[in-house]
């Protein structure tokens, strides 16, 4: 089928046009609700894919591998895609959210496609809704998410990739994602608490849903987890006689081989890293591929416990693909003069004790200025219904100078940047929720007197102590803080100018006139080193990175 595109039809346009449903999305969020049923809204999706032209059947020719978790689970899919990208073999990914670009969250060979790509398939699919729509329906287009999710599908199969990694949205069993009914193989990454108004509030609840990807004779691995959440995948397994394996830790593959090198900094990638292997060579094993990593003495696994997945010795493509990953926004450092941006998008409890842990190793890796002072700011948001007050409590032993709070909006006139837009809020909520963030951080502040819960007694060189960041004294006054209405105004306060690359123009007289502001601007401009650690969301992290990168736009 030939499309002939309207004049002006360009990614732009068709970016704003999915925006529109955004709000539908909304619209179907609370129909679910209302009906109590979510296994109608997978029905739903079903639908949704006969009008766009396919049926469930035609997904298993994408031999997917399908993953989900709380935390990790884009790193994991990231792994594994680059690792068998490195067997020589043609990929699609899918993933969300984006951090610059729409696009970017349909990827062939690890490259974002086209804007020609995503404009010709955006308008065809939705046409072809449209055009396929009952007048008796109430909602003639699905959401954002099941539109993409749609749209992926068929870039995938026009682009005849060999496999595909898909990344479960939100949860797992009624994900729109979920209609796929034979992957080759699924994962699960480490589970925590998040998205509880849709998933439930206890790890058992979630463990439940994100089990819901679980297919019968389909072979799934996961990470450790807790005991009780552990349980639950294990007996969603066996309802269905799914074969579940747990991996056994990174270390295990390397013994008596090299150390593995991960593209992807933070000791918590290496869980990341274990899964992707494991899911890598399933997949190769169940395609007939022999290169799948030879077999090395298996453990036995103890009674009553989940059978743990081979310990195999990693190839070297399997090798090449975890150096080689690429991954932006987790673990991120971009390092501009005196400048050293850490960029990571933990936005969970357990996803943002990983991220102190990764920046307080790299300050203590970092090499110090012979001259001057170090500044540390922290630039943070958080959106929906987490817990900012307890991100923001495990944030505080890094000992920040100046705390800064935005919406995720990268500047205040983004109307010619489609692919930043968010119609789900306004910028009164997302304010009030940045001065909510700000009184968190002072309360804080003034309880300062507790105990540092990551502190150690340990004094051992090398050891957990030297993460204590002894160099930068403690503070004897409350961390400045501040709100901007945007993250461009953010970071030209923070910048002072002294980015080489992100150089806005001046901001108008007046904007960035505080008491905080004036004093702190000095402190930073005389600095020999500012750390910026950019976390709380992954939207926060993208606009930051639409801006510093100028290239990512491109």
């Known amino acids: 089928m030939r499309l002939n595109l309207l004049p002006g039809a360009h990614c732009q346009d068709a970016v704003r046009t999915l925006n529109t449903l955004q709000t539908n999305a909304n619209y179907l969020e609370m129909v679910k609700r209302e009906r109590g049923d979510p296994q109608t809204q997978l029905e739903a999706m079903k639908l949704y894919l006969a009008r766009s032209g396919l049926q469930v059947e035609d997904l298993d020719q994408l031999n997917i591998i399908h993953i989900t978790g709380t935390k990790g689970k884009g790193s994991t899919c990231a792994f594994t895609e680059r690792i068998l990208r490195s067997y020589g073999l043609k990929t699609g990914f899918f993933s969300s959210p984006h951090l610059v670009q729409v696009r970017e969250r349909i990827r062939i060979n690890g490259q974002p496609i086209s804007s020609e790509l995503f404009t010709k398939h955006f308008w065809r699919l939705y046409h072809r809704l449209e055009e396929t729509k009952d007048d008796s329906s109430c909602v003639s287009m699905p959401g ?298 002072s309360r804080l502040h003034e309880e300062q007197a507790s105990p540092d819960p990551w502190s150690t007694p340990s004094r051992e060189q090398g050891g957990p102590a030297s993460l204590l960041l002894a160099p930068h004294p403690p503070h004897t006054h409350s961390a400045s803080s501040l709100i901007f209405s945007c993250i461009s105004h953010a970071l030209q306060w923070i910048t002072q100018g002294r980015d080489p690359v992100f150089q806005p123009p001046r901001p108008p007289r007046g904007l960035l006139t505080h008491p905080v502001a004036d004093s702190g601007a000095v402190v930073l401009q005389e600095a020999a080193a500012v750390h910026v650690l950019v976390t709380g969301s992954l939207h926060l992290v993208g606009g930051v990175l639409k801006l510093l990168e100028p290239s990512l736009s491109q």
């Open 144 to 441: 954002y998410f099941r539109f993409l999710t749609l749209m992926a599908f068929h870039v995938f199969l026009q682009e005849k990739v060999d496999l595909a990694v898909v990344e479960v949205g939100i949860g797992g069993a009624y994900d729109c994602t979920n209609i796929i009914r034979k992957p080759v193989v699924c994962g699960i990454t480490s589970l925590g608490i998040d998205h509880t108004g849709l998933l439930g509030d206890t790890m058992e609840k979630i463990a439940w849903q994100k089990g819901g990807i679980f297919k019968s004779g389909v072979p799934a691995f996961t990470v450790p987890q807790p005991d009780e959440p552990l349980a639950v995948l294990r007996d969603r397994a066996q309802q269905i006689s799914c074969p579940l394996y747990l991996c056994p830790p990174l270390q295990a593959l390397e013994e008596g081989g090299p150390p593995l090198t991960l593209g992807l900094e933070g000791e918590h990638q290496r869980s990341n890293a274990a899964l992707a292997l494991q899911l890598a060579r399933c997949w190769l094993q169940q395609k007939g591929y022999q290169d799948a990593g030879e077999l090395k003495a298996s453990r036995p696994s103890l009674p009553g416990q989940l059978p743990l997945a081979p310990v195999f010795q990693p190839t070297p493509h399997m090798q090449q693909g975890l150096w080689h990953t690429e991954w932006p926004g987790r673990t991120q450092l971009l390092r501009r003069g005196p400048l050293t941006w850490y960029l990571d998008g933990a936005h969970t409890t357990s996803s943002m004790q990983a991220c102190v842990r990764w920046f307080r190793q790299a300050l203590h890796q970092c090499q110090r200025p012979d001259s001057g002072s170090e500044v540390r700011v922290l630039l943070f948001n958080s959106t929906g219904d987490r817990d900012s007050a307890a991100l923001l409590k495990l944030l505080q032993p890094c000992q920040f100078d100046y705390a800064i709070f935005c919406p995720n909006l990268a500047e205040m006139a983004s109307t010619d940047n489609a692919d930043q837009q968010n119609f789900t809020v306004t910028l009164d909520q997302v304010l009030l929720r940045c001065l909510t963030h700000q009184q968190h951080w």
